[in-house]
């Protein structure tokens, strides 16, 4: 039975779905048969970043609506035989997501893959909230801002709300990437240090993505960074994160509640 992960956060331009092309091809380069889908229905980039816009002819609405069967809507990645996308649609708008559909298109991928990796949309509208409904695990993006970390400490506050496993009275097991990371600009005061993030959030420290131009260079290529720079830093710092979901120990650094967790409050929707 397949685990689905959720990446998500509040904010644009974090890194959401560099982040799911990343942890996806580094999964399914370690043996696993990965499933993602690109829940930003009216925008699909998943497909760019994966170098598969070519070869989209049926899409996530597409299926929902049975205007196609899943396995005709799946496109197998050409790089890993135990990848596959299931695009976004680009004409529809997110009011096509419906609960019914996204959880049969869910329960249709469970018995078929090891993981389903669900690339949410930013913000906490339909798209983002049906993207994390069935999460057993989800992974939160930020970068070292203010701005961002608030946003994502109100997605936390939607995964322990707005999730079948909520309802249940189980916990999303959640996890913080943190991306775009520059030590000489956080010792400069210019960005939080990681320290300040963990202590505001308060969630396990999955792994630190640094600022690097090779993501970009790779997502430009078509290529999530783990395949299109196998050397880079940020690819070293994937596969870490891929260890860690597959159940190596995760060390959460552990401080004192500090100034900046002041200016915080989480709250459930």
């Given at each position: 039975?397949?685990k689905?992960?959720?990446?998500t956060?509040?904010?644009?331009?974090?890194?959401?779905t560099?982040?799911?092309?990343?942890?996806?091809?580094?999964?399914?380069?370690?043996?696993?048969?990965?499933?993602?889908?690109?829940?930003?229905?009216?925008?699909?980039?998943?497909?760019?970043?994966?170098?598969?816009?070519?070869?989209?002819?049926?899409?996530?609405?597409?299926?929902?609506?049975?205007?196609?069967?899943?396995?005709?809507?799946?496109?197998?990645?050409?790089?890993?035989?135990?990848?596959?996308?299931?695009?976004?649609?680009?004409?529809r708008?997110?009011?096509?997501?419906?609960?019914?559909?996204v959880?049969r298109?869910?329960?249709?991928?469970?018995?078929?893959f090891?993981?389903?990796?669900?690339?949410?949309?930013?913000?906490?509208?339909?798209?983002?909230?049906?993207?994390?409904?069935?999460?057993?695990?989800?992974?939160?993006?930020?970068?070292?801002?203010?701005?961002?970390?608030?946003?994502?400490?109100?997605?936390i506050?939607?995964?322990?709300?707005?999730?079948?496993?909520?309802?249940?009275?189980?916990?999303?097991?959640?996890?913080?990437?943190?991306?775009?990371?520059?030590?000489?600009?956080?010792?400069?005061?210019?960005?939080?240090?990681?320290?300040?993030?963990?202590?505001?959030?308060?969630?396990?420290?999955?792994?630190?993505?640094p600022?690097?131009?090779?993501?970009?260079?790779s997502?430009?290529?078509?290529?999530?960074v783990?395949?299109?720079?196998?050397?880079?830093?940020?690819?070293?710092?994937?596969?870490?994160?891929?260890?860690?979901?597959?159940?190596?120990?995760?060390?959460?650094v552990?401080?004192?509640?500090?100034?900046?967790?002041k200016?915080?409050?989480?709250?459930?929707?």
């Open positions: 039975m397949a689905v992960l959720v990446v956060s509040g904010k644009g331009g974090v890194g959401k560099t982040s799911t092309a990343a942890l996806g091809a580094a999964l399914a380069q370690s043996g696993q048969k990965v499933a993602m889908i690109d829940f930003d229905v009216g925008l699909r980039n998943l497909d760019l970043i994966m170098g598969a816009e070519r070869r989209v002819v049926f899409d996530l609405i597409n299926v929902i609506k049975g205007d196609a069967k899943l396995e005709q809507a799946l496109i197998r990645d050409k790089r890993i035989e135990t990848l596959y996308l299931l695009p976004a649609s680009q004409t708008d997110k009011d096509n997501l419906t609960d019914k559909g959880e298109v869910i329960n249709g991928l469970r018995e078929k090891d993981w389903i990796i669900c690339d949410s949309p930013a913000g906490i509208e339909r798209g983002a909230t049906l993207a994390m409904r069935h999460a057993d695990v989800a992974v939160v993006v930020t970068n070292p801002e203010v701005s961002s970390i608030r946003d994502s400490d109100r997605i506050g939607l995964l322990d709300s707005k999730t079948e496993k909520a309802e249940k009275g189980e916990q999303v097991e959640k996890h913080l990437l943190l991306t775009r990371y520059d030590p000489a600009r956080a010792q400069r005061g210019e960005i939080l240090k990681v320290e300040d993030v963990l202590d505001i959030l308060s969630i396990p420290l999955l792994a630190i993505i600022e690097s131009t090779e993501v970009l260079r997502s430009n290529l078509g290529a999530p783990t395949l299109g720079s196998p050397n880079s830093a940020p690819t070293r710092a994937y596969l870490e994160a891929v260890r860690k979901l597959q159940g190596e120990t995760i060390v959460e552990q401080k004192q509640r500090g100034l900046f967790s200016l915080f409050s989480r709250r459930a929707a």
